[in-house]
């Protein structure tokens, strides 16, 4: 079981970047889905977070700019990302605690795609 995250770059402040991570391997269930973020310096912190049913909680920070959703049928989860701003750079990993049977969950992680918020 693996999560592959990709859409990571580099984009000026103002500008949107879109965020993909897909879990693949002996999948039983994913839920939830999230992404973390990693400024330098700085402890992970969550950015949001989606149910399989579709709920969905954000950091306060990110609340009105960025938006979560996933496909259940292709166990991927997106952020899409606007109005970026400087403080948004940072690596940002996807989670989400996959069941590979109905006795057996975990939390995985992704290997982190870095965004940089620049002019």
């Known amino acids: 079981v693996q999560l592959q995250a990709s859409g990571g770059g580099l984009v000026q402040p103002g500008g949107s970047l879109r965020l993909s991570c897909a879990a693949s391997?002996?999948?039983?269930?994913?839920?939830?889905m999230g992404w973390f973020r990693q400024a330098p310096e700085k402890q992970r912190e969550l950015v949001a977070r989606i149910t399989k049913g579709g709920n969905t909680n954000y950091a306060d920070s990110v609340k009105g700019r960025f938006t979560i959703s996933r496909d259940n049928a292709k166990n991927t989860v997106y952020l899409q990302m606007n109005s970026l701003k400087p403080d948004d750079t940072a690596v940002y990993y996807c989670?989400?605690?996959?069941?590979?049977?109905?006795?057996?969950?975990?939390?995985?992680w992704g290997q982190g795609t870095k965004v940089t918020v620049s002019s």
């Open positions: 989670n989400a605690d996959i069941r590979r049977n109905v006795f057996d969950s975990r939390t995985y």
């Open positions: 391997g002996s999948i039983y269930s994913v839920d939830p």
